[in-house]
């Protein structure tokens, strides 16, 4: 009778539909820092993207092409933040971490559409700096605001499709287990809770990552070689001094994110470094996000005119 209702138990525990979080193994005095910390980088994120799209969306002067990149970037680094960040901290001083099958997957979805949106956003950007830097005589004539919402919205499509075919291959399997060995939900985490053959899955999440940083990496190397061509042949100082300015930047950003993006996903086959896989996640997600409106809003000329000029008004005496 004890080993029926121990087995009844467990068959209990795995078809719930409450999963436990590993999270981080944090020590007592460490827990409160690292929480307001987290906290602080937080509501800095949500300070410096939501100023830039409402400094954006109310002065008219700001509706051109080059802004609704900003937006989209913006609103990319808002929604995957404020997925994770505040699940993340409310973990971090809980003593039980406990999170709906739905809400991971939810949250794994969000996750990995913010990935794979900033690299296609970010790809965007480049071939827009590439226009302008290269041919800035026709650069209103191509980059239209009707073409950057088209390239727009096919970045964010093609995101949600490649993102929902992983997620509704990670969904269709039965669980034999109950605890995400991670700090976060992603599709990795919630596949290991089944106890059945998941080939397709690894060979999905193969070309899926294969196919977005392929088209990441060779979409920024080809623009990023074609600029430097032309500033090596013109031989304009004005011209490189503007496009390592404009480009530099970019640049920056778009390696730290590629390189916390490629921590996670190898050290996902390394199972003895855990906690380094986490801290690598939570760097892609927050170290873009509060330097880009910074970077972006501070390089771009009418963006940062905008900026002084209402700094002043608010500064000044009335």
Known sequence: MELCATTLDVNMTISSDILAIQGFDISPEFTYPLFFLLLFVYFSLLFSNIGVLVLIITEKSLHQPMYILFCNLSVNDLIGNTVLLPQLMAHIISTERFITYNQCVIQAFHSHTFGSASHM???????????????????????????????SATAWGVSLVLVSVLIGLTVRLSRCRSVIQNAYCDNASLFKLSCEDV???????????VLLFSCSIGGIAVTYFRIALICWIKKNKELNN???????????????????????????RFPNYPDLRKIAYILFHVVPANLNPIIYGMQTRSLRDKIIQILQRKLSPT
């Open 121 to 151: 956003i970010l790809v965007i950007m480049a071939i827009d700096r590439y226009v302008a830097i290269c041919h800035p005589l026709r650069y209103s004539s191509i980059m239209t605001t009707k073409t950057v919402f088209w390239l």
């Open 199 to 209: 080939s397709i899955n690894n060979i999905y999440g193969l070309f899926f990552t």
């Open 242 to 268: 503007r496009a390592l300015q404009t480009c530099a930047s970019h640049l920056v950003l778009y390696l730290i994110m590629l390189w916390s993006g490629f921590l996670t996903i190898i050290l996902h």
